[in-house]
């Protein structure tokens, strides 16, 4: 058999893009919204959370072998230097609950190249996964872990989608980096250098121009319905107070706003970062419940699907805006074929499992509550950033999140109210935060 070593595992930090179009016009929530030349009349993303497409899609080529998928003849051996090697293939026996391989630049660069060493690797053999799994739990339970995609029936959501619409399978990371990086790119066309989350960037946040403003610009509609916290608040421009009434919770007003076609043209849709009993995790983001993340996708899931190496650039085609965000976007495709046809989509899942609230927090979900911090204003404090978060369980954390986002909104609005100007920033003091009534300070962009 010859040696095919192209998994990519649960260890690869790529992003599972699902683009929906709702084809009926919407009354906007939040404006008068403009006639558009498209027909299509509304975009809702959802971006799952590390998960690669072989993990998550590859076996799907049971259903279509034109899916450039997985067959089971893939492998990655346990050392990459020694060629009597044990080897590891890649099998559809994966884990609704996963343990979280390595997702660094540094852990990244492993699994692609076999070693730290890039140069003379062209193609890069992909045959380090296994290897990067075992330096992390040498009991190699974690290799044979990652070297695993789900079956499609335990799937079935994903199976489902992939039976009626299209599957884009050259499923590449804007950057081989961890989650905010690749975020990033989502709804700006780049991370503006970062390669893992910096502090010193994040209490600022991102400058660079997003999708947002473009649709702004253009006189359309946006709006981002969060539950836990909006990653979207990553990038600074949107912490303006002219924003603040473009982002609404997700559990009170999407399904509403979507049944009475009220969505924004754009719109974004947030998971749950983290995981309680009584409010699962539903991002995909290991070792979070897969089962969660497959009942969330199945909640916008409307009547058609479009798959896009760049979102950007599909909004630009869709409705039409007059210029790409980045040089990126100018040679990105849409991909836009039916591959099969279903009659009726799947409704069996998976067994859930209960969350584990007393957890400590994740790398990601330290992250994201940094983000928090600075929502709130303690990112001032001494133990900014490298002690805030660091003790706090997730049930503990989760409340430090939406207790900020509700803060920082509040005093959005209050500002708006006093008549500040809607171009400035709401910058929050921690002196003030701990007062119910404390008004917030704020600086130009």
């Not at 009354?27 to 975009?43: D, E, G, L, R």
């Not at 089962?291 to 058609?304: A, C, D, I, N």
């Not at 990601?364 to 709130?376: D, G, I, S, T």
């Not at 910058?427 to 007062?435: D, G």
Request: include cysteine.
């Amino acid at each position: 058999m010859p040696r095919r070593e192209t998994p990519t595992s649960t260890a690869a930090p790529f992003l599972l893009l699902l683009h929906l179009l709702l084809l009926s016009p919407p009354t906007n929530v939040h404006a008068v919204q403009p006639p558009t030349t498209s027909p299509i009349k509304t975009v809702v993303v959802l971006v799952m959370e590390n998960r690669s497409f072989d993990h998550m899609l590859g076996w799907m080529k049971k259903l279509n072998p034109e899916i450039n998928g997985a067959d089971g003849s893939q492998w990655n051996p346990l050392n990459t230097s020694d060629p009597e090697s044990s080897r590891l293939y890649f099998r559809d026996q994966a884990h609704y609950v996963d343990p979280d391989p390595g997702h660094s630049f540094q852990a990244i660069r492993e699994q692609i190249f076999g070693s730290n060493d890039s140069s003379n690797k062209d193609p890069p053999p992909m045959n380090g996964f296994a290897q990067q799994a075992l330096s992390m739990d040498p009991s190699a339970n974690m290799s044979r872990d990652v070297m695993n995609g789900f079956h499609p029936d335990s799937v079935a959501v994903y199976k489902a989608l992939v039976s009626e619409f299209a599957v884009f399978d050259r499923w590449f990371a804007s950057v081989p980096a961890s989650t905010q990086p690749n975020r990033l790119y989502v709804h700006s066309g780049t991370s503006h250098g970062a390669t893992s989350n910096i502090p010193a960037l994040l209490v600022k946040g991102y400058p660079q121009r997003t999708i947002f403003e473009n649709i702004d610009g253009a006189g359309l509609s946006w709006g981002i319905y969060y539950q836990n916290i909006p990653a979207t608040l990553f990038y600074r421009n949107l912490r303006k107070l002219k924003y603040v009434s473009r982002f609404r919770p997700y559990d009170l007003e999407f399904k509403s706003h979507a049944r009475q076609g009220k969505l924004p043209n754009y719109t974004v849709v947030e998971q749950r970062y983290t995981d309680l009993k009584t409010a699962p995790a539903n991002d995909d983001h290991p070792s979070h419940d897969v089962y969660h993340g497959q009942m969330f996708v199945k909640e916008p899931t409307p009547t058609s699907e479009y798959e896009h190496s760049s979102i950007p650039a599909t909004v630009k085609n869709i409705f039409n805006l007059p210029s790409f965000l980045t040089k990126r976007d100018q040679w990105a495709g849409t991909f836009e074929s039916i591959v099969q046809s279903r009659a009726q989509p799947r409704t069996d899942c998976p067994l859930q499992t209960e969350a584990n609230e007393e957890a400590k927090l994740t790398e990601f979900q330290q992250e994201m509550l940094q983000l928090a911090a600075v929502l709130k204003g303690d990112n001032v404090l001494s133990s900014y950033p490298s002690e805030i978060g660091k003790q706090m369980t997730v049930k503990e954390g989760t409340a430090y999140m939406e207790d900020a986002v509700r803060r920082f909104f509040q005093a959005g609005v209050y500002a708006k109210k006093m008549g500040v100007d809607e171009e400035q920033i709401v910058q929050m003091k921690p002196s003030l935060t701990t007062r119910r009534s404390s008004k917030p300070a704020y600086e130009h962009p």
